[in-house]
C-alpha cells in the first residue's frame, strides 16, 4: 500500500529510487522502464559528463537520467572516475582515452561498452570512436616510456582523421543494448513499419516463438510460428526481417 501511495502521488521520486534498488538486475529494470511512460516520465540514456553513478531525477522536466554503475560489468567506482574527469575539457577524443587510460581505473572491456552505447556522442559516432579506441588500444600503454608513448599517440592521432564518422551497424547497436542496458533503446523512424529485428527465438514443442522489435518505433511483440513455416525461411536471433503477413493469431507467414 505504500508502494502504490508512492507511485501514484510522488512517481518520479519512486521510480529513481526502485530503479537503484534493482539496478543490478537486467530483466526487472526493463519491466520498470516499460511503466515510466505512463507518468509521462522521460529516462535519458547515459552521457559522459551528466551521468554518475546512480539513477537521478530532474523534477523541471520530469526526467529520470540513468546512472553508469547500472550498466552491465560497470561500477560505482568508474562511474565517479569518469565523472570526475568529465570537469576536464579535451580537445580529441584521443586526448580523453590517454585521461582514461592514465586516471581512471576503467578497463578495455568496459570503455567498448561504453562507446558502443554512445556514452561519448559528444566526440562522434560509436563506430567511429571504436576503430580509434582499438587502434589506441593497440599501441598506447600506461607502461610505455615517455617518448614511446608521444610517437605513438601520434599515430593514433593520424589515423583518427582517416576514420569515418559512422554508427554502428544497426543490429549490433540494439544486441549491445539488450546486453548491457537489458533493454533497446534505439529507434530510427526511417526504417519501414514492416521492418523488425529478432530479439529472442525460442523453440518449443516444435514450434517456435519469436520476440520481434520494430525499431522505427520501439514497439515489441512476440508471434507465434509453425516449425513448417521456419524451416522455408529460417532465421535467428539478431537478424532483421520483413512482416509479410501476421494472421489473426499471431502466426507469421
Known sequence: LYGAYLKANYPLEYYTVILNKYSDDTEKTRKIRQELPYFDIKQATIKFRFSQSGYSFDKATNTIYKGIASIKYLNDKIAEQLYEIGKNQY????????????????????????????????????????????????????????????????????????????????????????????????????????????????????????????????????????????????????DMIKLIQVNMEGRWK
Open 91 to 238: 580537445n580529441s577524443f584521443v586526448d580523453l582515452l590517454v585521461d582514461i587510460t592514465e586516471n581512471t581505473s576503467c578497463n578495455s572491456k568496459q570503455i567498448k561498452i561504453l562507446i558502443a552505447l554512445n556514452f561519448f556522442k559528444e566526440f562522434g559516432e560509436n563506430q567511429m570512436l571504436m576503430d580509434v579506441y582499438e587502434k589506441f588500444s593497440d599501441r598506447y600503454k600506461k607502461t610505455h616510456k615517455e617518448a614511446t608513448k608521444l610517437k605513438r599517440l601520434e599515430e593514433v592521432v593520424e589515423f583518427a582523421t582517416t576514420c569515418e564518422n559512422k554508427p554502428m551497424q544497426l543490429n549490433l547497436q540494439i544486441e549491445n543494448e539488450l546486453e548491457y542496458l537489458g533493454y533497446i533503446e534505439t529507434k530510427d523512424e526511417t526504417i519501414p513499419t514492416d521492418y523488425v529485428m529478432v530479439t529472442e527465438l525460442e523453440n518449443r514443442f516444435k514450434n517456435y516463438t519469436a520476440t520481434l522489435y520494430r525499431v522505427k518505433d520501439g514497439t515489441t511483440a512476440k508471434i507465434k510460428i509453425k516449425a513448417k513455416d521456419y524451416n522455408e525461411d529460417k532465421f535467428g536471433k539478431g
